[in-house]
């Protein structure tokens, strides 16, 4: 079974451009997370999603950052304008209901310069 | 108290030691709890689930004193391939649901 896909794999990009981070879930599962991991903070949830819906973004820094999910198999991560604070690697993961078992994706590494 | 505190390591053992990590909780409300493992550059993995006073699963053993609120790893005759960053794993609010709070880790190396 696949697990969960994000791509891509590593970003550079400069500051001011546009970042889309993509996921695809594990299928069946109903719940999708995007998390941040720095050195500094840790890992960190940024928002998650049940049955597509976001239930809490409380954890999105600011209004640069955005995310969808338009169907139970894809979502997006996006930062626009990205700055160099945003480096960092972005997890998704998703779980297949209520507790503590999510499976996490490979992660992306951003960097921005 | 923080949500979730653990001491951050490094712990260095030889192989075959035993090696054990605490980490306290705030949320006196939470049910189950979690170690998840993270070997360096790759993603967080669910280690071991805790939902009543431990669990074991070969060489390790997970406990938790909710009295204290504290949960325990204890590693058996470590491996070279134990040496990861060990998260201890809380749900958030009442009831858990599906939000959880990661400890920053607990970095373990085994060494020859």
């Known amino acids: 079974d696949a697990g969960v896909i994000q791509s891509p794999r590593h970003e550079v990009t400069e500051m001011g451009q546009e970042v889309t981070l993509r996921c695809k879930p594990i299928?069946?599962?109903?719940?999708l997370f995007w998390y941040r991991q720095t050195m500094m903070r840790g890992l960190e949830l940024l928002i998650y999603?049940?049955?597509?819906?976001?239930?809490?973004d409380s954890g999105m820094p600011e209004d640069r950052f955005s995310a969808k999910m338009p169907n139970a198999s894809f979502s997006t991560l996006k930062i626009q304008p990205s700055e160099p604070r945003d480096s960092a690697v972005y997890f998704c993961?998703?779980?297949?209901?209520?507790?503590?078992?999510?499976?996490f994706g490979p992660g992306t590494r951003l960097t921005v310069t | 108290r923080k949500e979730v505190e653990q001491d951050p390591g490094p712990f260095n053992v030889p192989e075959g030691a035993t090696v054990a990590f605490n980490c306290t909780y705030s949320?006196?409300?939470?049910?189950?709890f979690f170690w998840y493992r993270q070997d360096c550059r790759k993603e967080p993995k669910l280690l071991m689930s805790?939902?009543?006073s431990g669990n074991e699963d070969g060489r390790f053993t997970a406990q938790l004193n909710r009295a204290s609120q504290y949960i325990s790893l204890l590693i058996r005759d470590s491996k070279l391939s134990d040496s990861a960053t060990y998260l201890c794993?809380?749900?958030?609010?009442?009831?858990?649901?599906?939000?959880?709070?990661f400890g920053t880790g607990t970095q373990l190396k085994v060494e020859l």
């Open positions: 299928s069946g599962h109903n719940s």
């Open positions: 999603f049940n049955n597509n819906v976001p239930i809490d």
């Open positions: 949320n006196s409300a939470s049910q189950s």
């Open positions: 993961a998703s779980s297949p209901g209520q507790g503590g078992e999510q499976y």
């Open positions: 794993v809380v749900p958030r609010g009442r009831g858990g649901g599906n939000k959880l709070t």
């Open positions: 805790v939902y009543s």
